[in-house]
T-cell receptor, first 114, second 112 residues
Framework: NAGVMQNPRHLVRRRGQEARLRCSPMKGHSHVYWYRQLPEEGLKFMVYLQKENIIDESGMPKERFSAEFPKEGPSILRIQQVVRGDSAAYFC????????????FGPGTRLTVT | DAKTTQPPSMDCAEGRAANLPCNHSTISGNEYVYWYRQIHSQGPQYIIHGLKNNETNEMASLIITEDRKSSTLILPHATLRDTAVYYCIVTGSTDSNYQLIWGAGTKLIIKP
């Protein structure tokens, strides 16, 4: 039973480029959450999505960041015109039912902006 | 801000029980206590959660005080692979409480 999958695991982008992070939830899970973790800090909530809907994006910066979870395919977190401060680990989690605190996390994508 | 307070670090000998405390003095009646851990550079892993009764699963036990202002996560026979940062999180049970608010956690080091 595959867990949450994220790719790529490591991503290097130059300032100004776009970063696309992908997340496939656990089988049967239709609720996806994205978190960001800066070095030596705890995770910070960014966005909560269900299939084709953004439920809560209150933790996501208003500019340059967007997220989607299409009917088919993985959830995508997109960062346009990356800056050095975007360098972090980005974790995706999924849950079986809506808004659950019991979330299952992927291995993360480590974004480095040079 | 996190609603919980945890010691920044703890040591435990391999094979012994690791007892990780958490204070949540402002917890309200419908809020749960969740525990996650994060092994170095990996994604967090759900461990256990509870409301007011003690809970046990294959990974750990959760002891919640009667007044619910504190709890203890117990790893009964710690192994080197249990070295990780352990996070105690208080969250409600309603559909809007999916935003896990992470504090600094406790860095648990298991020593051989």
């Amino acid at each position: 039973n595959a867990g949450v999958m994220q790719n790529p695991r490591h991503l290097v982008r130059r300032r100004g480029q776009e970063a696309r992070l992908r997340c496939s939830p656990m089988k049967g899970h239709s609720h996806v959450y994205w978190y960001r973790q800066l070095p030596e800090e705890g995770l910070k909530f960014m966005v909560y999505l269900q299939k084709e809907n953004i439920i809560d994006e209150s933790g996501m910066p208003k500019e340059r960041f967007s997220a989607e979870f299409p009917k088919e395919g993985p959830s995508i977190l997109r960062i346009q015109q990356v800056v050095r401060g975007d360098s972090a680990a980005y974790f995706c989690a999924s849950s079986l039912t809506s808004g659950r605190s019991e979330q299952y996390f992927g291995p993360g994508t480590r974004l480095t902006v040079t | 801000d996190a609603k919980t307070t945890q010691p920044p670090s703890m040591d435990c000998a391999e094979g012994r029980a690791a007892n990780l405390p958490c204070n949540h003095s402002t917890i309200s009646g419908n809020e749960y206590v969740y525990w996650y851990r994060q092994i170095h550079s990996q994604g967090p892993q759900y461990i256990i959660h509870g409301l007011k009764n003690n809970e046990t699963n294959e990974m750990a036990s959760l002891i919640i005080t009667e007044d619910r202002k504190s709890s203890t996560l117990i790893l009964p026979h710690a192994t080197l692979r249990d070295t990780a940062v352990y996070y105690c999180i208080v969250t409600g049970s309603t559909d809007s409480n999916y935003q896990l608010i992470w504090g600094a956690g406790t860095k648990l080091i298991i020593k051989p």
